[in-house]
């Protein structure tokens, strides 16, 4: 029979073994809760590590990816594990610019008739972006470079002979102003004498205005006069009175005093 002495280190050899056992059986019953993103799962697990949890369970991380504790952390029962899904994207998105247009008027071409001088081209605005996601939202929006084209504007030369204001719809205008008009040729501009406030001479097409309600520059048609640039001021020109300019005294005086409608062209 075995001595006394080795039943004591049998006995101690079988102790040690079932707390092993023991040991690995709470091991192998450890469970972990696991959040990745938008999906939360309970995971039971062998592993004594998260980084082998993780490769046990094929849950691949990119290099952007956060974890909520060490990779090199043991694993406790009960722990939870949150992962956070980090993206950038290169983001690159171009707007149209139209084309404005510049209109042009010809009081020798027939009303209703536009001529395309220059068609113009479109221009267009390009930005780089750098968004980040964070578990498939958009956190962030960086700007990264801007590119702009600038337009070239159009040339479009509208007809005004003959025009009357039924047909205005067909001519681009901002507003139609009921105004009172009156009529003034050369040497009948006070101090100014055969010049109007722009230096231009008086005459057909130059008419009078108040500058604080249509500036000087400004292109007109006047009903029943005709096309009109507003070139000149007056000391009784205010508010909505408008004097149009003329060859001769004589037909200037034709015009009286009169309503009329003027419109404000583009």
Do not use: C
């Not at 991380?61 to 994207?89: A, F, H, N, Q, Y």
């Not at 113009?120 to 470079?145: F, I, M, P």
């Not at 205008?173 to 009948?188: D, F, I, N």
Request: cysteine-free; hydrophobic content about 40%; overall charge positive.
């Amino acid at each position: 029979m075995p001595k006394q002495s080795t039943w004591r280190v049998l006995l101690a050899t079988l102790a040690a073994g079932s707390l092993a056992v023991a040991a690995s059986a709470r091991h192998q019953a450890t469970t972990v809760t696991l959040v990745d993103g938008a999906t939360v799962r309970e995971i039971t697990t062998t592993a004594r590590e998260v980084k082998g949890l993780l490769e046990a369970h094929h849950v691949a991380l990119d290099p952007l990816d956060r974890v909520s504790v060490s990779l090199e952390s043991p694993v406790t029962d009960g722990m939870r594990i949150e992962l956070t899904r980090i993206r950038i994207d290169a983001v690159t998105e171009t707007t149209r610019i139209a084309a404005p247009v510049r209109h042009t008027y010809d009081p020798d071409l027939r009303a209703g008739i536009k001529v395309v001088l220059s068609p113009g081209t479109d221009g267009s605005k390009t930005v780089q972006y750098k968004d980040t996601y964070k578990n498939g939202e958009r956190v962030r929006r960086d700007v990264v470079a801007v590119r702009t084209i600038q337009p070239k504007s159009a040339v479009v030369r509208i007809g005004l002979r003959g025009m009357r204001l039924a047909s205005r719809s067909a001519v681009p205008h901002k507003r139609v102003l009921s105004m009172t008009a009156t009529g003034y040729g050369p040497g009948e501009n006070g101090r100014w004498g055969n010049r109007t406030a722009t230096g231009t001479r008086v005459g057909y097409g130059k008419v009078a205005v108040d500058p604080r309600l249509i500036p000087l520059g400004t292109r007109l048609y006047v009903e029943g006069y005709g096309f009109a640039i507003a070139a000149d001021t007056g000391s009784a020109i205010r508010g909505r009175r408008i004097d149009l300019g003329f060859g001769t005294n004589r037909e200037a005086r034709k015009v009286g005093r009169r309503p009329v409608k003027v419109l404000i062209l583009r």
